[in-house]
């Protein structure tokens, strides 16, 4: 992998991240909704996917990221919205990390078993 694609990842990341903040900080919070909806990870990381590995590997990884997001992420948003008014939302998120990364790691070690997605 070369040092400048991995700047470019790097840049491309912060600046979604750093687009979403700002706009949640001035109050304008359909953009910032808008933004947050839009899978900024997966966008990026699929054009450079699909740059160096072609349409396949991106195909294959879609279905990976479709069933692991149902699976991992679905439940990690509730857990982060019911909670969150609960035990405050520092605490919520954690629990709902940990959340995620338990159904994660389950689900990525199945998928690895069987190996799906290749």
Known sequence: ????????????????TTIIVAL?????RVLSGLATLIPVFTLVAYVFIGESK???AVGQHAW?????TIISWVPYML?????????????AILAGL????????LYITVVSRFKLFQ
């Open 1 to 16: 992998m070369k040092v400048f694609n991995l700047i470019i990842y790097f840049i491309t990341g912060g600046l979604f």
């Open 24 to 28: 949640e900080e001035s109050n304008q």
């Open 54 to 56: 072609g349409g396949v």
């Open 64 to 68: 990976f990221v479709f069933f692991g």
């Open 79 to 91: 857990a982060v919205a019911y909670l969150s008014t609960r035990i405050g939302p520092h605490k």
């Open 98 to 105: 940990a959340i995620f990364f338990v159904l994660a790691l």
